[in-house]
């Protein structure tokens, strides 16, 4: 069945880069899905970070875009995150997910990321 | 963009039904028959159980429904039990092409 699984530092100093990956199996990555980005603050709600196809093309949280890169490799089956300038307020929990539908059917299990001096 | 409007908290009692409402705006929500929910239990992924206003993926239990009128969607848990306790979310894909989510619902089966 198709899995999807985060991977990347845990934590971070405010001004660094984040940087996230997520490795597909079970799946073609150009199978002609969207794959997106989630992320949930402690305590808090669900916040969509973006999406990308496999053609590179992307669209972006308008609150994050200008510190937000996503990009994919599709020869490893893989989609990324880079989140620039990262503060307290960027610590949480982040998802990879696939985008069928206009919706997100297969979440990974999430990896923690925090930001502390 | 701003976060759908759902209520913070909603409980009911084994075998009762509860609605969750979801309010957005004519940019998202009444703007597009793309509203789909998730439920998410502690410290685990959030889970799809409606997507396209209305359908159900495969394996998710017939006890979970949801419609929509006008900007807002609405989620219907019938026959509660013991397991549907967990966070509900909406989603809405918007006119700016991007996605947004509700505050999340907390559901206490009392």
């Known amino acids: 069945q198709v899995q999807l699984r985060e991977s990347g530092p845990g934590l971070l100093k405010p001004s660094e880069t984040l940087s996230l990956t997520c490795t597909v199996s079970g799946s073609s990555i150009t199978s002609g899905f969207y794959w997106g980005w989630i992320r949930q603050p402690p305590g808090k709600g669900l916040e969509w970070i973006g999406n990308?196809?496999?053609?590179?093309?992307?669209y972006y949280n308008p609150s994050l875009k200008s510190r937000l890169t996503i990009s994919v490799d599709t020869s490893k089956k893989q989609f990324s995150l880079r989140l620039r300038s990262v503060t307290a307020a960027d610590t949480a929990v982040y998802y990879c997910?696939?985008?069928?539908?206009?919706?997100?059917?297969?979440w990974g299990q999430g990896t923690m990321v925090t930001v502390s001096s | 963009q701003s976060a759908l409007t759902q209520p913070a908290s909603v409980s009911g009692y084994p075998g009762q039904s509860i609605t969750i409402s979801c309010t957005g705006t004519s940019s998202d929500v009444g703007g597009f028959n793309y509203v789909s929910w998730y439920q998410q239990h502690p410290g685990t992924a959030p889970k799809l159980l409606i997507f396209d206003v209305n359908k159900r993926p495969s394996g998710v239990s017939y006890r979970f429904s949801a419609s929509k009128s006008g900007s807002t969607a609405s989620l219907t848990v019938s026959g509660l039990q013991a397991e549907d306790e967990a966070d509900y979310y909406c989603?809405?894909?918007?006119?700016?092409?991007?996605?947004?989510f509700g505050g999340g619902t907390k559901l206490t089966v009392l």
């Open positions: 997910a696939r985008n069928v539908d206009y919706a997100f059917d297969i």
């Open positions: 990308i196809y496999h053609s590179g093309t992307t």
């Open positions: 989603s809405s894909y918007t006119s700016r092409n991007t996605w947004v």
